[in-house]
């Protein structure tokens, strides 16, 4: 590019058709007002930003868009950006040469997090598909997975109160496929590919590989929090068994987390181990880079939805014959119906008269679970917006008649998670430990007080895999000052321990309040008193 270095993908929208909601939007394609440029790109960030860099990054990201004019949304958090934003030619650009520069000299050694960003650039865009305004936005997770709560307090309904669930990109992120070499992958046998969208958006356009290609796995989605839950089911393990796994999405960024979180399992946990899984590969730039590539389609079929003015497109050459058909039908009124797009080329349906169709129009949403609702034109205009017998066909085919039906369907699938994340952390806890400093120990104490532990689940060997060093434990029992063994008093969720070493203390003592099984722990020096029989008998761990 001229003015951005490093990894930028630039194609133009000349030709394109657009699915804007109203009829005066699209006679802006064919005006000469097409000067606007659309740009997609995320990073994750690790290690993390602390509070001080994610402040300063958030500044400047707001501060350099407002001065090269752009718009749209950035979702900031503290482990990257996922931004969509629209600008001139020129501005955006300049935004993105600035973000490719940036750093945080004084406090993170001089470190260019963008420096390898992929920034896709769409360009020629007509003037309606500016967003109105910019909008920088403070999130806990650039992608709503429900694994990180590291932005704000409000406890994780998948992860019981842990911290660290998001699995590392950096650790165990799939491996990025070029859209050429993704185009090949799916059609080796053996495989699956696994549309990371919500299901929504599959529903207008997704991947149909080859007879005896992938196989395509639609997880039947409604948001991304979702995801954990289904990857955890049986049915879904079984489907990945002796498989290598393909993931694709919209953008990439979805896959990042989900390929990730697939590869943790499988060095972490056993049943997953088990399945022999064989490779993890994801679409580097997702659906909007294979396009690129493969502007007739390769094996993609329908339209893709896209969180921009746009709502949704077809790849390059198919919009281009589209919008070609549609100026000779309406030369010739030979299209009985007056419907833009080619029957043939639709995937979805109406979800009040099951007329072929795939264009998601206003801001109607099933009335159940509240995703995009799938409307023709007629229908649109003449079903009650509120008619709550016209849902999503997920709706319908779960039998999801109403709202509080899809709370507790979501609630029960969530217990179940929580119980075997509980689980799992019994046989693996110190994945939770995050390394510290030893504290300081210039007494050589060895002797500590642990509390605030979970009282169901805690048991000597979770405690001794998290703390190492440990060779004595005293559990304390009954009232605060009764510290009485009586099996018949009831445990306080705290102990006394003896560590091998001063330095095993110091250590211990360093991980003071990390997260175990739901509950961060409290650990504190505690001398012994001259008159205590210390280690008391029986307390030496087996």
Request: charged share 25%.
């Amino acid at each position: 590019d001229d003015i951005v270095s490093g990894r930028v993908v630039v194609t133009s929208a000349k030709n394109s058709n657009y699915n804007n909601d109203d009829d005066d939007n699209n006679k802006d394609v064919n005006d000469d007002n097409n000067d606007v440029t659309l740009l997609l790109f995320y990073q994750y960030v690790e290690p993390q930003w602390d509070d001080g860099q994610y402040e300063r990054a958030m500044a400047f990201v707001g501060l350099k868009g407002e001065e090269y004019g752009l718009t749209g949304r950035m979702r900031v958090a503290k482990e990257g950006l996922n931004c969509t934003l629209t600008g001139t030619y020129e501005g955006v650009r300049r935004w993105c040469a600035s973000l490719r520069s940036y750093n945080d000299h004084d406090n993170d050694g001089g470190r260019y997090y963008f420096a390898d960003t992929e920034f896709k650039l769409t360009d020629d865009l007509p003037r309606g598909q500016l967003f109105p305004k910019l909008h920088p936005f403070l999130v806990d997770e650039i992608v709503n997975y429900g694994l990180n709560t590291s932005t704000n307090k409000k406890k994780n309904r998948y992860n019981a109160g842990q911290n660290q669930m998001a699995p590392s990109i950096a650790e165990y992120s799939g491996t990025h496929l070029e859209p050429k070499d993704y185009h090949e992958k799916m059609v080796e046998d053996n495989t699956v590919i696994i549309d990371v969208r919500n299901h929504y958006e599959a529903a207008i356009g997704a991947f149909v590989p080859p007879p005896n290609g992938a196989q395509y796995i639609d997880p039947l989605m409604r948001k991304s929090t979702e995801f954990p839950v289904w990857l955890d089911q049986p049915e879904t393990k079984e489907l990945l068994k002796n498989k290598q796994v393909l993931m694709y999405c919209t953008g990439g960024v979805r896959c990042e987390r989900a390929s990730a979180l697939l590869r943790q399992k499988m060095e972490t946990e056993e049943d997953t181990k088990a399945l022999n899984i064989q490779g993890v590969f994801q679409l580097q730039g997702g659906i909007d880079k294979y396009f690129r590539k493969f502007p007739e389609g390769g094996y993609w079929k329908g339209k893709n939805y896209v969180f921009d003015k746009r709502f949704s497109h077809a790849p390059p050459a198919i919009e281009a014959q589209e919008r070609s058909s549609n100026q000779t039908n309406n030369n010739n009124n030979d299209n009985d119906d007056g419907q833009p797009i080619e029957p043939q080329l639709k995937m979805g349906k109406c979800e009040a008269c099951s007329k072929p169709w795939d264009m998601y129009r206003g801001k109607r949403r099933c009335p159940t679970c509240g995703v995009p609702s799938l409307i023709c034109r007629e229908c649109h205009d003449t079903v009650e917006k509120h008619d709550k017998s016209i849902k999503c066909d997920l709706c319908v085919t779960q039998g999801i008649t109403s709202k509080s039906q899809i709370q507790e369907k979501e609630k029960r699938e969530y217990k179940a998670y929580e119980q075997k994340q509980q689980q799992q952390l019994l046989l693996h806890p110190s994945t939770t430990i995050i390394q510290s400093e030893p504290a300081s120990n210039p007494a050589n104490i060895t002797r500590l007080y642990i509390q605030n532990m979970n009282k169901e689940t805690m048991d000597e060997g979770t405690l001794c895999q998290t703390l190492p060093g440990i060779t004595h434990i005293q559990w304390l029992y009954g009232g605060r000052n009764n510290l009485s063994s009586s099996k018949e008093k009831v445990w306080l969720g705290s102990v006394h321990v003896e560590m091998a070493t001063a330095k095993d203390a110091a250590s211990a003592v360093g991980q003071n309040g990390i997260t175990i099984l739901g509950r961060p722990m409290r650990i504190s020096f505690a001398k012994p008193d001259a008159k205590d029989v210390w280690p008391p008998p029986n307390t030496r761990i087996a």
